[in-house]
């Protein structure tokens, strides 16, 4: 199990941000929200807050011009992690499979041991994610959620095993009937995608988690 969510954390850590700027306010259906996912609402200001805390971050960082100008979309591509959550957390749901404080906690650690420690981690995830340190971890339980989804739902580092997972996410995302705000794009159940953005992660992510050696036995 272990080693399940090693692997699956660190080939997700592939990511190098590039979406569109924030700006939005909300569309006249749904005013203030950068997207309602499920009958939940994104609000324009908590996806502020999650750029302004990247931000920061960035600025902080010795690598902050870099950095700042890898990622001058980060406002979608931060909408698009939020949705993306919803999603494989109703996926999941699904499937009944969870996850544990415990386990998030686990696997953060084991991350942290592979990168050099909690600073090397949080540069890392800064770096190639685009996720602030206050942020890792959602990011930590959403990638050890799709493995746990692969392997509840039987996935096997397939073809048909990665595309079982992929009509989890899709099946997921249509229940869910996602509303974007026009001025971020539109959403694409089929393709997963934000407008033509779509994060690496989540086909890098769901290939590991579907990997001989995530599985439990006799998968």
């Given amino acids: 199990m272990h080693r399940r969510r090693r692997t699956a954390l660190s080939l997700s850590t592939a990511l190098l941000v590039a979406a569109p700027s924030l700006a939005a306010c909300g ?7 950068a ?4 009958g939940g609402r994104i609000e324009v200001s908590a996806l502020q807050s999650q750029v302004e805390d990247v931000r920061r971050a960035q600025q902080s ?3 902050s011009a870099q950095l700042v100008g890898a990622t001058g979309q980060l406002g979608r591509a931060k909408l698009y992690d939020l949705i993306v959550d919803r999603i494989v957390e109703r996926a999941a749901d699904d499937a009944g499979a969870r996850v544990s404080r415990k386990e998030i906690q686990t696997a953060r650690g084991e991350a942290a041991g592979q990168a050099g420690g909690e600073e090397q981690l949080a540069a890392m995830y800064l770096q190639q994610r685009g996720v ?4 890792i ?3 930590v339980r959403r990638d050890v959620l799709v493995g746990k989804l692969a392997e509840r739902i039987g996935a096997t580092n397939t073809p048909e095993g990665q595309q079982k997972v992929n009509e989890a996410f899709v ?3 249509k229940k869910l009937d996602i509303d974007v705000n026009p001025r971020y794009g539109t959403w694409d159940d089929q393709k997963m995608e934000l407008g033509d953005y779509k994060a690496p992660w989540i086909t890098q992510v769901t290939q590991e988690a579907t990997a001989p050696e995530a599985q ?3 998968a």
Avoid: M, R
Avoid at 35 to 38: Q, R
């Fill in 27 to 33: 569309n006249e259906a749904h005013p203030g929200a």
């Fill in 35 to 38: 997207a309602v996912v499920g």
């Fill in 61 to 63: 960082s010795p690598q």
């Fill in 132 to 135: 602030a340190p206050d942020q």
């Fill in 137 to 139: 971890d959602d990011a």
């Fill in 171 to 173: 099946a997921a995302s």
């Fill in 216 to 218: 439990p036995a006799g």
